[in-house]
């Protein structure tokens, strides 16, 4: 296991990274003092415990639009516990506001870290990558397969039975490599079906706006037990 990728946390406080995640989700200007407190209280705690690991990782049989010379490898990056004890400090004090501005903040800097395994892979390996694989929207690739990716790494990251990841800011994913050079991986979206992930919608959609808010505003019953409001 290595440290998580200090070029993109060496990023994390510049204006350019914090500015760009405020503007996503349609947080004012007034906010930018409090984006900058909280990812000043993350960045201690990610320095010391986030990490990513890869691993070869054997998938049976030709899969469909594989490249002709495709290895595949289990790919693990973790913000650490940390973020997570934090949230739930920000929740206990009734700081939902901040609670969400860190949830925002963990999934851009995960969003750098895809950029820079792409680039790790491109400088030290033979191969590049060709795509990614999540468990559980691919038949080849199901949700129960979560465990034996975690088996090496797991003082550090583990899964509960509904397959909920701990720590919570961390992500899980099979790796396809090839040396093709006509196939690259060209972002982590490309070939996603979900048009409601606020990802990939328009800065001006509704649904970017309403997310925007949501930290301000009262919630119901389901969104107020996601952010641990009961």
């Known amino acids: 296991m290595a440290a998580f990728f200090p070029e993109v946390l060496e990023a994390f406080l510049s204006p350019d990274f914090l500015e760009g995640v405020r503007r996503k989700f349609h947080y004012g200007d007034t906010k930018t003092a409090a984006f900058q407190a909280v990812a000043q209280e993350m960045l201690p705690l990610m320095r010391e415990e986030a990490f990513w690991d890869s691993r070869a990782f054997l998938v049976e049989g030709r899969q469909p639009g594989e490249s002709v010379d495709a290895v595949y490898e289990s790919v693990i990056m973790s913000l650490g516990g940390g973020l997570d004890t934090l949230q739930e400090r920000y929740s206990e004090e009734g700081r939902l506001s901040e609670s969400y501005m860190l949830e925002v903040l963990a999934s851009e800097l995960l969003l750098k870290g895809y950029g820079a395994y792409n680039r790790y892979v491109q400088e030290n390996r033979d191969r590049h990558v060709a795509r990614y694989h999540?468990?559980?929207?691919?038949?080849?690739?199901?949700?129960?397969?979560?465990?034996?990716?975690?088996?090496?790494?797991?003082?550090?990251?583990?899964?509960?039975?509904?397959?909920?990841?701990?720590?919570?800011?961390?992500?899980?994913?099979?790796?396809?490599?090839?040396?093709?050079?006509?196939?690259?991986?060209?972002?982590?979206?490309?070939?996603c079906h979900n048009p409601h992930c606020p990802n990939r919608a328009k800065d001006d959609s509704p649904r970017g706006r309403m997310l925007a808010k949501m930290a301000d505003i009262p919630l119901s019953y389901g969104y107020s037990r996601i952010f641990g409001r009961f």
Do not use: H, M, Y
């Open 134 to 191: 999540f468990l559980g929207s691919e038949e080849a690739f199901p949700l129960e397969l979560l465990p034996e990716l975690l088996q090496e790494s797991a003082e550090r990251i583990v899964c509960n039975s509904a397959f909920c990841l701990i720590p919570k800011k961390s992500v899980v994913f099979v790796s396809e490599l090839t040396q093709d050079t006509k196939v690259q991986c060209e972002s982590i979206c490309v070939g």
